[in-house]
């Protein structure tokens, strides 16, 4: 394990951790942090439009483009490792067995910090799919119950991806902020559980080349405060 710590980024599909949370992957691999990567399904049925149009295309086909394409943005990015379920997309399927298996991957990680999706997303019912099962986990993971052979998992703090239509997601951030989204409508800074926290991944890239930059990170800061703990 990294001296640095872990980090955990669960992805719908295999390419929204690039877009979504590429800036803060980059960055905390930078400071030394080891960066897992898990993509529950390749999106290729319903985020591989442009695979689809080549002639004689075929599932299995999209499947192995799309981890290439995910494996070498993962390499440029520093993650430490990426993994791939194949649970399929649209809609991907989620079981006791996929869940039990995320609980195995927090309690071996023990992540400073965890990232996902947005918990609304209209036009994509797998990314909030993918939220309440990575919450779902988390929650199994400090159960005592649980293989109580095991340690059990603390409270790492869970931050969500930025949808591509935040002002349609019931979703703002104080950093990114949407200007359109009526302020009744702002995800909280902090959940009941005080351990979800919205912040656009992407505030936590350097503004400029040359990481890392001084100023700290929401996550920097809300994984300082778990590690006190
Ligand atoms: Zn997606």
């Given at each position: 394990m990294s001296a640095a710590g872990t980090a955990l980024v669960v992805s719908a599909h295999s390419a929204d951790f690039v877009w979504r949370a590429g800036g803060a992957i980059a960055l905390h691999a930078a400071r030394g942090m080891a960066v897992t990567v898990i993509c529950?399904?390749?999106?290729?049925?319903?985020?591989s439009a442009k695979l689809w149009?080549?002639?004689?295309?075929?599932l299995d086909r999209v499947k192995t483009d799309r981890r290439k394409e995910a494996e070498a943005a993962a390499q440029v990015l520093g993650a430490a490792d990426i993994q791939f379920w194949d649970l399929g997309d649209y809609p991907l399927t989620l079981n006791q067995d996929s869940l039990f298996r995320l609980v195995d991957v927090y309690r071996a990680l023990r992540p400073a910090f965890v990232l996902t999706h947005s918990h609304q997303d209209i036009y994509n019912h797998d990314h909030p799919a993918t939220t309440e099962f990575t919450q779902h986990a988390r929650i199994v993971a400090q159960a005592?119950?649980?293989?109580?052979s095991e340690k059990v998992l603390g409270a790492p703090p869970v931050f969500l991806f930025e949808p591509h239509q935040p002002e349609q997601c019931s979703w703002t951030s104080p950093?990114?902020?949407?200007?359109?989204?009526?302020?009744?409508n702002a995800w909280p800074a902090r959940s009941i559980s005080g351990n979800i926290t919205s912040a656009s991944p992407c505030s936590a890239a350097p503004r400029r080349r040359g990481i890392p930059t001084r100023r700290r990170s929401p996550m920097a800061r809300a994984t300082r405060r778990y590690s006190r703990t």
């Open positions: 529950l399904s390749y999106g290729e049925r319903g985020e149009r080549l002639p004689g295309m075929t005592h119950g649980h293989n109580p950093r990114s902020g949407t200007r359109n989204a009526p302020r009744s």
